[in-house]
């Protein structure tokens, strides 16, 4: 600082740190709230920024950086408050000042112990198979004309931003279409870890035309094969969609870890999805291998063939199917595995692309509360955070998600608390494999209007 102080200019100082962590109090305890507003060069970013004398009557400038996690930018305002700290040109501040809310020395409750694995087909990609069209035109769509399901790549980057342990992509889309479903993926913002594609051209030159259609042998290996090489006190949450048997797969695997599962079940269960006989030993070998831990807090639902939540309930209330992606927000918000700001940018992705109201977005909580899969403390946490919105947060969406938190403040009042953790159902896999595949079934039917 020293050296700093000896400069013709008032040395700058740059306030940094997490979103929430008193960034703004002590900035105004600083400066008296004698701030001066105005937009950081080529984005609409609030520049704040006011004076404080240092000892010796040395006057100097304190910036009020924009919150951010790492120095790993996904936002624009994170941008800034990167650029700010490291710029790419000019000068650095003279000093950075680093708040931490003491309370919450990890603001990243995922860091390093949760696994996200998602699906992609109607899970993230609005993606149509149901027809011979559907699956030409699908096959010759460039990155840029596929369609993100609204909500999914905003919620996966907040999620990525938590540093999880790992984001697992499993699809059963052919390895041929790798090059273009990667780029779509980066032109969302997208960070994975691994991406795992059906090798479905290796399958027809064997011969083994079953496994096309297969999903229970194919996905359930990939999870187990990952499975096997994470420490056994990772948990997980798991997203796929009522357009095939993700809840089903999901589901046994989850047991399966949590050895709930015995063999000859399983074997029933493969040998009914048509898995071939000389696959079922990689199988059990990966069972053999896989951690007993039950890790799996969530699997996620979502109801592209807007099928009815009650048609899940048999699995138990660790599955939760869900109609939006601010849905799940919630979920893991009240879980812990999430921030309000998080959820909050979800929301706003929502109303900004699709269109969402207020009152979209209250009937999504309601929706949960009444299901019983989030309580008053997800709510009170989205209500703080909004309460502590000031007008040039959020930009244009500031009123839509002000509105939402007066009208959730009074939805909430209803609202039960989630019911403490019960030991999950014990299910009939075999029996209700031919019930879940009826069920995609119907649920398929319903889409094509027949």
Known sequence: MSAALSLSRAPLIALAGNPNAGKTTLFNALTGSRARVGNYPGVTVDRRSGTLTLPGEVRAELLDVPGTYSLSARSPEEQVAVDVVLPPHGAAPDAVVVTVDATATDARPGRGRLVYRWDLDKTYLRTEFDTVRDLVKTAFESAAQKRTVPGAAALLRELRATEPRGIYIVSGSPEQLRRVLEAKLKLDGIRWDSLTLKPQLRAILRGRFRFLRDQV??????????????????????????????????SIYADICAGRVESDVLMDVLRAAGVYEDDLPRIVRLVSRTPRHDSARRIFIHLDRVSSPVAFEEYGPRVCPFYNYFQPALVLLEQGALG???ALRVAAELVIHHGFTPDALVASYVDLAQRRHVGRRAAAMLVDAIDALEETHFATTYPVLKRFGEELETAMRDSAEVPPVTPPLSIDYVDLFSRDKARARRARERVLGR
Do not use: H, M, N
Request: hydrophobic share 45%; charged share 30%; net charge negative.
């Open 217 to 250: 042998g194919y996905k359930l290996g990939v999870l187990l094969e990952t499975r096997a090489d994470l420490p056994a006190e990772i948990d997980e949450y798991l997203f796929g969609d009522d357009a095939e048997a993700d809840a089903f797969i999901y």
């Open 340 to 342: 309000a700001q998080g």
